[in-house]
C-alpha cells in the first residue's frame, strides 16, 4: 500500500567531488582499507569500508567524526577538511547542539514529520529528546552526538521499518515502544530494502558508539526495541537475496550488541537469550564470522555468570568457526576467553596456554580482515583480560601489574574500558594489600561514574570498597570509601 508523499522536502545531497579526486584511481574498498592502515599508524581505530567512502563521496557525511577527522588530516598533510571538500563542523551538528544554542538564548529549530495516511504504516513522533532516554542532551560535553546527526535524523524520521530498526536512539522513549507494534508483513514487505538493511547496521554502530563512552546500564531497554523491529523485518521477508543476508547478518550483530547491554547491566539471562538468538541467525545464514562474534560473547558470559566450563567449551567453538576467516586478532580474543575459563576453573597451566597462544596471535597484528566490532580490541584490552585472569587465579600482584598497563594504554575514546581498568586495578591492588594506592585508583574510577553506567564496573568497584574497610586508617581510605557509599 502506498503512502502519501512526505510534506517535508527530501534531503539534497549534495557529491563530494573533491574528496572523490584524493580517492584517485583506487576501489571505495581500496582507499578504505587505506584509511584503516592510516588510522592504524596514528593509533585510532576506525571501521570504514566502501560504503562509508560512498557516504562521503555522495555528501551524505558532510562532515566527519572527529576520529576520521585526525586520520584524514594524517593522510592527507596540508589540507583542511574544507580542502577536502566537507563542510564546517559547526554548520552540520543536529539537535543536540542547536538545543544547547537555543537554551543558550538562539532560536530553537522547527521540527519536521514524515506523514502517512496509510494506518498499517508506523508513524513516528517528533525527533526529541525524552527525558527517559540516554539520548542526545542527556551527555551533553561528548561530541559524538553531533557528528552526522542530520544523517541519522532523517533516518529516524522517514517512517516504515527502518525508522523503526533506528528509532530508539532517535530519542524514543523505552515506553513507546511497548506500544508500537512491529508492521504487519504485508506492510513491512513492500519497505524493506537496502535503506532498512542500512538502518539496521547503523543502529548496531550507533550502539557500540554509545556502549564505548557510557557502558550498558541506560541504553538496553531501548535497544531491544531495535532488535525487535529487525527480526520483524526477518519475518516479513524481502525480494533480494543480497538484502535478506545484510539482515540476517545486521540482526545478528544487533543481537549480540543487546546482550552485551545486558551483559554489562548484569541481566545475564537476557544476555544469554539474546546471544543464543544471535547464534541461531549465524546458524541460519550459514555466517561464520556471526558464529564466531556469538560464541566470543557467550564465553564472556559464562566466565561471568560462574560457569567456566561453558566458557571454555564456547571460546574453542568460536575459534573453531573464526579460523578460515584470516584474523588473527579475532582467534587472539578468543583464546583470552579461553583464558578465563581455564582461570575460572583454577587451571593454571590452561590459562597459560591459552595466554600465550593469545600474545603469539595478537603480536600477528592487525589485518583488513578483522571484524568491524573488534574496533576495541588493542593492547589495552589484552592487558585487562590477562589480569582479570590473573586475578580470578588469586595472582594480584601480577593483576595489578597488568591492570595497571591497561589504564596506561587504553584510548581515551573507549571511557567505558578506562572505567573498567581502574576498577579492576583498584580491586587487585586492594586484595595485594596496598590500601592507598587502591583507594586513589578506586577514586579514579568513580570520576567515570555517572557518563559511565555498568554493573559489572560496580561491582568492580564494590569488591575493592569490601577489601579497604579494614583499611579505613590509611591515606585516601576513608575519602574513597565515603564517595563510594554514596555513589551506590
Known sequence: MASSPSTSPAPQHRPNTAFRALRGHLSPG??????????????????????????????????????????????????????????????????????????????????????????THPQLPPFTDHPDSPGLTEFPNCPEYDEESDVLRRAFMTGGPAALAA???????????????????????AHVGDAEASAVENAVRRIRLLDDRH????????????LRAAYGMLDAGTHRRSVTDRLHAGAGELAIS????????????????HYAEALATARVAQDPALEAHAFCNTAFLARDAGRPHEAVRAAQAGQHAAKNL??????????????????GLGDRAGCRQALARAQHLFAKGPSDNDPEWMSFFGEAELEGLEAQCWSALGMWDRAADHAERAVRLQNPHFTRNRALFTAELAS??????????AAAAGSRALDFLGPVQSTRISAMLGAAAERLRARRREPGVAAFLNRYAATA
Open 30 to 119: 581500496e582507499f578504505a582499507a587505506n584509511v584503516r592502515r592510516s588510522a592504524r599508524e596514528i593509533g585510532e581505530q576506525v571501521s570504514c569500508d566502501a560504503r562509508y567512502i560512498g557516504r562521503v563521496e555522495s555528501g551524505e557525511i558532510r562532515c566527519p567524526n572527529y576520529a576520521y577527522e585526525r586520520v584524514f588530516l594524517h593522510m592527507f598533510p596540508g589540507y583542511s577538511l574544507t580542502d577536502m571538500g566537507f563542510a564546517p563542523r559547526e554548520s552540520v551538528r543536529g539537535r543536540a547542539a542547536r538545543t544547547r544554542g537555543a537554551r543558550a538564548g538562539g532560536q530553537a529549530p522547527q521540527q519536521t514529520t514524515t506523514r502517512c495516511d496509510d494506518p
Open 167 to 189: 528509532a530508539s536512539f532517535g530519542g524514543t522513549a523505552p515506553s513507546a515502544w511497548a506500544a508500537r507494534p512491529v508492521p504487519p508483513a504485508s506492510a513491512a514487505r
Open 215 to 226: 557502558g550498558g546500564a541506560g541504553l538496553y531497554r531501548q535497544a531491544t526495541g531495535s
Open 258 to 273: 543487546v546482550g552485551w547491554l545486558a551483559h554489562d547491566s548484569g541481566r545475564y539471562s537476557d544476555a544469554r537469550s
Open 326 to 343: 584470516g584474523s588473527s586478532h579475532l582467534l587472539s580474543l578468543l583464546a583470552l576467553r579461553e583464558a578465563g575459563g581455564w582461570a
Open 428 to 437: 587487585d591492588l586492594a586484595a595485594q594489600g596496598e590500601a592507598a594506592q
